[in-house]
Structure formats: structure tokens, C-alpha cells
Nanobody, 123 residues
Framework: QVQLVESGGGLVQAGGSLRLSCTAS????????MGWFRQAPGKEREFVAA????????YYADSVKGRFTISRDNAKNTVYLQMNSLEPEDSAIYYC????????????????WGQGTQVTVSS
């Protein structure tokens, strides 16, 4: 089992940047593919990005391609989401997730979730 804690959310103006971090407890971080999801008010939670544990293969939602970058540091048990050129539509609670397949996160809910961190982008 793995516990996930997100940080780095906040308020930023449109066009700005934020970097989210998610730190996992335990020694099993390197066994999991990691991902980021988000949920805006009144909307369903949606996939944002994922990274595989061995080859660091990445996957992105079309809405964030070219603006967001996911990365991981297995030595620090941490996955990051660098968000650039933020838009008001990116405002949401961002959740870190862990599971066995980064690619599958595009279609299936992962097994482990963090508590979320709020990102608000003002226009």
C-alpha cells in the first residue's frame, strides 16, 4: 500500500506557472506508475497526466499537452507536475494517484489517491 500527499497548489494569474509535488510514503514508490487527475466544481474528475515507473513513459490529456510536464524522482519518492501557461479552465483540485499502469490511467481509475491540492487560476 502507498500513501500520497500533494503540495504546491495555490492561486496564480492566467499565463503563470505552478509546480505540484506528490510524495509517497513507504519504500514501494518505484513499483507504481504515477498520475495526476483534477476535478473542477460541478465536473467529473478527469485524467491529466501519468508517468510509468521504469521507462518514464508519459501520457497527457489533450487539454494540457505542451503546457504541463509530469516527472518523477524515485530516489525522493516524489512525482511532479509542472504547469505552465495556466488558464482559468485549469482551476481545479489536483489529485495524485498511483497504480500499476500509467497508460491505463487514461481510462481506468487508479487504486490509490492523495487528498488533493487546490489550484486556482485567475483571469
Amino acid at each position: 500500500q502507498v500513501q500520497l500527499v500533494e503540495s504546491g497548489g495555490g492561486l496564480v494569474q492566467a499565463g503563470g506557472s505552478l509546480r505540484l509535488s506528490c510524495t509517497a510514503s513507504g519504500r514501494t514508490f518505484s513499483r507504481y506508475d504515477m498520475g495526476w487527475f483534477r476535478q473542477a466544481p460541478g465536473k467529473e474528475r478527469e485524467f491529466v497526466a501519468a508517468v510509468s515507473r521504469i521507462y518514464r513513459t508519459t501520457y497527457y490529456a489533450d487539454s494540457v499537452k505542451g503546457r504541463f510536464t509530469i516527472s518523477r524522482d524515485n530516489a525522493k519518492n516524489t512525482v511532479y507536475l509542472q504547469m505552465n501557461s495556466l488558464e482559468p479552465e485549469d482551476s481545479a483540485i489536483y489529485y495524485c494517484a498511483a497504480d500499476g499502469s500509467a497508460g491505463s490511467m487514461r481510462y481506468l481509475e487508479p487504486g490509490y489517491w492523495g487528498q488533493g491540492t487546490q489550484v486556482t487560476v485567475s483571469s
